[in-house]
């Protein structure tokens, strides 16, 4: 069973950045597609991010096009989300995910961390 650990989450002022890793448990991880989605409190979860296994092709949400960046070490099991710009509508509890294919909805990931909360304040 892989596990997925987020960090890197915490409280930013608007137009701050911040960087968040997850850890997979396993390094057969980097056979698979990872990826970020977010909840927002009261809000349905998000697809942010998404990167191929060879860290060829990434996919963005347009919310976040410009202004997050995907990356992923396959030697460390790691994944990156890199977040500059903040902004209010940022504040939300961030998901690592790892599956077989890049995807955009929830159904295409089989593993999820367990969320780091990133709150914005203006």
């Known amino acids: 069973q892989v596990q997925l650990v987020e960090s890197g989450g915490g409280l930013v002022q608007a137009g701050g950045s911040l960087r968040l890793s997850c850890a997979a448990s396993?390094?057969?991880?980097?056979?698979?597609?990872m990826g970020w989605f977010r909840q927002p409190l009261g809000k349905e979860r998000e697809f942010v991010a998404a990167m191929t296994w060879s860290g060829l092709r990434a996919e963005y949400a347009d919310s976040v096009k410009g202004r997050f960046t995907i990356s992923r070490d396959n030697a460390k099991g790691t994944v990156y989300l890199q977040m500059h710009s903040l902004n209010p509508e940022d504040t939300a509890v961030y998901y690592c995910v790892a599956g077989s294919n890049i995807a955009r909805f929830i159904s295409g990931y089989e593993y999820w961390g367990q969320g780091t909360q990133v709150t914005v304040s203006s």
């Open positions: 396993t390094l057969t991880i980097s056979k698979n597609a």
